[in-house]
C-alpha cells in the first residue's frame, strides 16, 4: 500500500482550526419534498424554519462550503431537470442550476449506457483547492467541479476503472432506492489522498487524486456474500475521517461499526462492545470536532427481516469516549416507546460549538438536536417530509 504523501501538506484554517465555534448556525435539511433551513442563532435555543427550497423534489444532500461559508451547493433530483446539483452563493436566498451536470458519457446508438439516476453526495475538495467539489451518484459515479459547481466532469480513474464493474456489482446489488457513491473523503494534509465507501461495493482509497482505486476492506464482515472475506463488494453506509487523527477511520457498516488505524489496514469491529440487546446496526455516524476518541451513532434493528428503526421502538443515540471500547447509551428526552424511527446516513450531524451540538432528522419528518453533546435531546422540527439529509452550516459572525 502506498502511504499517503504527506509532504504536501497545506491545511488551511478551516480543517486545522479545531477552536470552537461561537457564531450562529443553520441545519441544511434536504427531503423527499423539497430542502428547509433550520436556523438556530448563536445559542443555539431559538429555532426558525424557513420556507420550502424546491417544494417537490428530491434534495440527497445539502452541503456548505466550510472554506468561505457563503456558498450551498444541493444535490437534486427534479421532475423536468432530472439529476442536477443547485448553488447558492447566498446562503440560500437564491439558487442557480449547474451549467453541466454530473452525468455519464451518452452511450453510443444502440447500446445501453449507465445514466446517473440522482446525485447523492457532496464533497467540498482540499482546502488548498477553492472552488473544487467532489460528487457521487446513484448508480455509482464519481465526478469533480473546478468552478464550483457550475460545471462537472467524470472521473475516469474510477467511472472507467476496468474493475468498476466488478467492484459495485449490477444495479439490483445496491440499497432498495439504488446503489449509491458517498462518504467521498479528502485527507486534510494531501488533495491527493482520498477514501470512498460504495452501497454496494465497499471502501475504496485513491493516493493519485482519484486517477486509481484499491479496496480498502480487510477485517470489515460482509456476511450477506458467499465468500468470506472479499477483498470487495461490503456495504459501508457511513465513513467518517477524523481531521486532527486523518491517519483513524471509523465505519458504520451494514454489518457493524469498526474503525481503522491506517497503518494497521485492518477494520476492527468495535460495535461488539455496544449491548447485545441494541447491536451496532444503522445508517449514520458522527464524529466530534476536537476528540478524535468521541463517536455516536443512531443503532437500529439490524435483525433478520431488517426493520431499520429503533431497536424495540425506544430510540437512543450512543456515543463512545475511548474509540469504540465502551458505549454509552443517551436517550433523555427522547420517546421512551413506540417510537420507530429511522435516521439515513446524511441524516445525523454535529456542529463545532462548547458543549458540541448533535443532530438527527428522521423518515417520519422530524429534527431532533442536543446542545450538549447528546445529554438532553429535544424536537427541533415536525411534520417535515422524509428527511433524507442533515448538515449543520456554521454561519459567519
Given at each position: 500500500?502506498?502511504?499517503?504523501?504527506?509532504?504536501?501538506?497545506?491545511?488551511?484554517?478551516?480543517?486545522?482550526?479545531?477552536?470552537?465555534?461561537?457564531?450562529?448556525?443553520?441545519?441544511?435539511?434536504?427531503?423527499?419534498?423539497?430542502?428547509?433551513?433550520?436556523?438556530?442563532?448563536?445559542?443555539?435555543?431559538?429555532?426558525?424554519?424557513?420556507?420550502?427550497?424546491?417544494?417537490?423534489?428530491?434534495?440527497?444532500?445539502?452541503?456548505?462550503?466550510?472554506?468561505?461559508?457563503?456558498?450551498?451547493?444541493?444535490?437534486?433530483?427534479?421532475?423536468?431537470?432530472?439529476?442536477?446539483?443547485?448553488?447558492?452563493?447566498?446562503?440560500?436566498?437564491?439558487?442557480?442550476?449547474?451549467?453541466?451536470?454530473?452525468?455519464?458519457?451518452?452511450?453510443?446508438?444502440?447500446?445501453?449506457?449507465?445514466?446517473?439516476?440522482?446525485?447523492?453526495?457532496?464533497?467540498?475538495?482540499?482546502?488548498?483547492?477553492?472552488?473544487?467539489?467532489?460528487?457521487?451518484?446513484?448508480?455509482?459515479?464519481?465526478?469533480?467541479?473546478?468552478?464550483?459547481?457550475?460545471?462537472?466532469?467524470?472521473?475516469?480513474?474510477?467511472?472507467?476503472?476496468?474493475?468498476?464493474?466488478?467492484?459495485?456489482?449490477?444495479?439490483?446489488?445496491?440499497?432498495?432506492?439504488?446503489?449509491?457513491?458517498?462518504?467521498?473523503?479528502?485527507?486534510?494534509?494531501?488533495?491527493?489522498?482520498?477514501?470512498?465507501?460504495?452501497?454496494?461495493?465497499?471502501?475504496?482509497?485513491?493516493?493519485?487524486?482519484?486517477?486509481?482505486?484499491?479496496?480498502?476492506?480487510?477485517?470489515?464482515?460482509?456476511?450477506?456474500?458467499?465468500?468470506?472475506?472479499?477483498?470487495?463488494?461490503?456495504?459501508?453506509?457511513?465513513?467518517?475521517?477524523?481531521?486532527?487523527?486523518?491517519?483513524?477511520?471509523?465505519?458504520?457498516?451494514?454489518?457493524?461499526?469498526?474503525?481503522?488505524?491506517?497503518?494497521?489496514?485492518?477494520?476492527?469491529?468495535?460495535?461488539?462492545?455496544?449491548?447485545?440487546?441494541?447491536?451496532?446496526?444503522?445508517?449514520?455516524?458522527?464524529?466530534?470536532?476536537?476528540?478524535?476518541?468521541?463517536?455516536?451513532?443512531?443503532?437500529?434493528?439490524?435483525t433478520a427481516v431488517w426493520p431499520r428503526t429503533s431497536p424495540d421502538g425506544?430510540?437512543?443515540?450512543?456515543?463512545?469516549?475511548?474509540?469504540?471500547?465502551?458505549?454509552?447509551?443517551?436517550?433523555?428526552?427522547?420517546?421512551?416507546?413506540?417510537?420507530?424511527?429511522t435516521v439515513q446516513r446524511q441524516s445525523m450531524t454535529a456542529d463545532s460549538h462548547k458543549p458540541v451540538g448533535i443532530y438527527f432528522g428522521t423518515t417520519?419528518?422530524?429534527?431532533?438536536?442536543?446542545?450538549?453533546?447528546?445529554?438532553?435531546?429535544?424536537?427541533?422540527?415536525?411534520?417535515?417530509?422524509?428527511?433524507?439529509?442533515?448538515?449543520?452550516?456554521?454561519?459567519?459572525?
Open positions: 500500500m502506498a502511504k499517503p504523501d504527506s509532504s504536501n501538506e497545506n491545511p488551511s484554517a478551516a480543517q486545522t482550526n479545531h477552536k470552537p465555534d461561537k457564531g450562529p448556525l443553520a441545519l441544511l435539511i434536504g427531503t423527499r419534498k423539497g430542502a428547509f433551513i433550520l436556523r438556530g442563532g448563536k445559542n443555539r435555543k431559538r429555532w426558525k424554519l424557513s420556507e420550502p427550497i424546491f417544494l417537490g423534489q428530491m434534495i440527497h444532500h445539502m452541503v456548505q462550503d466550510p472554506r468561505e461559508r457563503q456558498t450551498i451547493l444541493m444535490g437534486c433530483r427534479t421532475g423536468h431537470l432530472g439529476p442536477t446539483v443547485f448553488r447558492s452563493n447566498d446562503f440560500g436566498a437564491s439558487w442557480t442550476e449547474a451549467q453541466t451536470p454530473p452525468a455519464f458519457p451518452k452511450a453510443p446508438e444502440g447500446e445501453k449506457g449507465r445514466v446517473v439516476d440522482h446525485v447523492f453526495w457532496l464533497t467540498p475538495g482540499h482546502a488548498s483547492e477553492p472552488g473544487v467539489w467532489w460528487a457521487g451518484s446513484s448508480p455509482q459515479g464519481l465526478f469533480r467541479s473546478e468552478d464550483g459547481g457550475a460545471t462537472w466532469e467524470g472521473i475516469s480513474g474510477f467511472n472507467d476503472h476496468p474493475m468498476r464493474d466488478e467492484w459495485v456489482g449490477g444495479m439490483g446489488d445496491g440499497t432498495p432506492d439504488g446503489p449509491k457513491m458517498h462518504s467521498i473523503l479528502i485527507d486534510p494534509r494531501d488533495p491527493n489522498h482520498m477514501y470512498l465507501g460504495m452501497s454496494m461495493g465497499g471502501v475504496f482509497e485513491s493516493t493519485d487524486r482519484g486517477a486509481d482505486w484499491k479496496p480498502l476492506n480487510k477485517g470489515c464482515v460482509a456476511d450477506f456474500l458467499p465468500i468470506p472475506d472479499p477483498e470487495y463488494g461490503h456495504d459501508p453506509h457511513c465513513v467518517r475521517l477524523h481531521p486532527l487523527m486523518p491517519d483513524r477511520l471509523y465505519q458504520q457498516n451494514h454489518c457493524g461499526i469498526y474503525r481503522m488505524e491506517r497503518d494497521e489496514a485492518v477494520w476492527v469491529r468495535i460495535g461488539d462492545n455496544m449491548p447485545k440487546e441494541v447491536g451496532d446496526i444503522g445508517f449514520p455516524m458522527v464524529l466530534h470536532p476536537r476528540d478524535p476518541d468521541t463517536v455516536w451513532v443512531f443503532p437500529m434493528d439490524g425506544k430510540p437512543a443515540v450512543y456515543v463512545t469516549h475511548t474509540a469504540g471500547k465502551k458505549w454509552k447509551r443517551l436517550d433523555k428526552g427522547l420517546p421512551g416507546k413506540h417510537a420507530w424511527l417520519n419528518g422530524e429534527v431532533w438536536g442536543s446542545t450538549n453533546e447528546g445529554k438532553h435531546w429535544e424536537c427541533l422540527a415536525r411534520h417535515l417530509p422524509h428527511v433524507y439529509a442533515v448538515e449543520v452550516a456554521e454561519q459567519l459572525k
